[in-house]
């Protein structure tokens, strides 16, 4: 391609809505442009990067058996409401009505179009196992954008779904798919690593993400470099410090006149935040006896020197949605705000949850449930009893490991690429059954594996970049090679051999990128670094004098001559290089 007659524009300095490097590195590159909040148009430099990764996607599908097909954006409300989501899921979802007054919504993902499809054309098991994938376009209704495309509203998925006879059989072919994923990210030059995660609305018994380290991410995982173990801090555990045993103290008031903070209460009586209890009111969308949601009071109460995880809580009462409860709420049940504990409340309308240390920490400091008290030596059992006790309490950097009770480590990530084991949650609720040997019917058991392609792409710029732009890796770089061509009007001899240079790189199946315009050598250079291709080609009226070209590697700032009567061999040699590293990341990853 001659960038005379490519569609783009490099840009010097973008708006300051580009808060992070990758964004503001896409746009100054001239890859994509922002239409709207989290929407986003590709530019052909763009598309080229985004039809790479998704090339590399089909191919590792492929390899396991996957099989390509293409699903609605435009989905009809009756399947959704056959899984149960239609309610379950709020405003992400971008619902709309036909001219006849039927609802529909926007596609954010296809578990029920595929589980439908599934349902409609397998009827024995000897049509199982396989699996299908898509890559499409799907809409959420994000409501807070950012970051370029780490976080949109629109966006490219690849999610493709197994269908099995049982459980062991998706046993089996769910770390094929672990392994496939490790591939696609390090054929695309990112490194990650897979951690446990939280099922969240897609449900299932088992999910992993695979997540890309960077300190934009907005997820925090734990990781244990002791033994391995790596898990979202929505659903990381800990060994928790076990107080000594205490005789259990009479229970006594003390005024504390203005200490609404579990710090400032700390701080006042002189005692460790651990031998605080911490109370915490929500409202909580739980789904009602008929089946319609319903607000829930939910009082919760972890240690002091612990904070609540409110992906724990979410699962342990099957919430949609959790809010912070108002102070006329929690007035309403005897509570104050600030000086809440669970003695003496009403208890009528109140689902009362307590983390699971709570319940073996003696003699605590709690709320006395009036402004500027507290009680001390409140202890579980014996002032007050809970509906469910259970772990609620965030992992941390520096708690105990789990498993060998290292330290644990936080580090920030982004996540690129998820799987579940779905188990039977849409087949059973769908009808997506089959006859087994005996003639009986099961419902089909599902697992589910997803890819962002444009969040992949922002991910990769953000590992790899410098001061002076993108660093793209060869497997997924828009094109292989930056020729510059340093004509002027008087040195036509110059236009004539890149021209040549060109024409024989192209041949050869080299992707050139041909900088032809009538531009300072200044402008050329800065473009091509920006734009980040592997290698830049220079041809100058001294290189042609002398018979050669100037080859410089964008990822280390080596330079090197190439001979141009050898130009081919040159340029390959030097590509069999980028690719070796990216050939070198390849390895087989053992699921955790």
Known sequence: MRISKLFFQTLRQVSADADVISHQLMVRAGLVRQVAAGIFDFLPLGLRVKQKFEQIMREEMDAIDGQEVSLPIV???ELWERSGRWQAIGDDMARLKDRGGRDYCLGMTHEEVITDMAGQVVSSYRQLPFMLYQIQTKFRDEPRPRAGLIRVREFTMKDGYSFHADFEDLDRYYPRVYQAYFNIFRRAGLDVIAVESDTGMMGGTMAHEFMAITPIGEDTLLICEDCGYKANRQIATFVKPQPEAEEAQAIEE???????????LAQFLGIPESRTAKAIFLMATVEGKDGEPREQFVFVVVRGDMELNETKLTNAIKARRIRPALPDEIRAIGASPGYGSPVGIDRANVLLIVDDLIAVSPNLVAGANRDHWHYRNVNYGRD??????TDLAAAAEG???PVCGGSLKSVRG???GNIFKLGTKYSAAMGATFLDEKGESHPMVMGCYGIGSGRLMASVIEESHDDNGIIWPVSIAPYHLYLASLATDRTPEVTAAADRVYAQLSEAGVEVLYDDRDERAGVKFNDADLIGLPLRLTVGK???DNGIAELKFRRTGEVREV????IVAGVRTALDQEWALIHALLKNEAMG
């Open 254 to 264: 003390v005024e504390t006149p203005g200490v609404n903070t579990i710090a400032s």
């Open 75 to 77: 989905q009809p409300a």
């Open 414 to 416: 982004v996540e690129v």
């Open 399 to 401: 708690y105990a490991c």
């Open 563 to 566: 001979a141009l009567n050898d």
């Open 384 to 389: 007050y009893e809970a509906d469910i006790v």
């Open 542 to 544: 001294r290189g042609v």
